[in-house]
């Protein structure tokens, strides 16, 4: 079992930036690859960025590329998101989710836990 807690949401303006933190309790958090989804009002969720577990491989929706960065510390059992560049479009709830020794997958099926979501609001 890992329970997953995300934070470090909020409300910024466009061209703000935020950096979320997902932070892994439980089973060997280095075994799991990470991805961050969201979800915006009437939405479904959808894809954001994901890492592998051995912290080679990395993804990235074509809408975030260049904008957002996915890391994570193994020592400290924590998957980060910094969002540079924020769109009012990036407005949703963001959600952290784990799949045991995933390659960072960019579909949600795979993963196995998830977390309550923080909310990321961006005014323009």
């Known amino acids: 079992q890992v329970q997953l807690v995300e934070s470090g949401g909020g409300l910024v303006q466009a061209g703000d930036s935020l950096r979320l933190s997902c932070a892994a309790s439980g089973r060997v958090f280095g075994s799991y690859g990470m991805g961050w989804f969201r979800q915006a009002p009437g939405k479904d969720r959808e894809f954001v960025a994901a890492i592998g577990y051995n912290n080679r491989n990395t993804n990235y929706a074509n809408s975030v590329k260049g904008r957002f960065t996915i890391s994570r510390d193994n020592t400290k059992n924590t998957v980060y998101l910094q969002m540079n560049s924020l769109k009012p479009e990036d407005t949703a709830v963001y959600y952290c989710?784990?799949?045991?020794w995933g390659s960072g997958s960019t579909s949600a099926p795979p993963y196995e836990y998830w977390g309550q979501g923080t909310q990321v609001t961006v005014s323009s």
């Open positions: 989710a784990a799949d045991y």
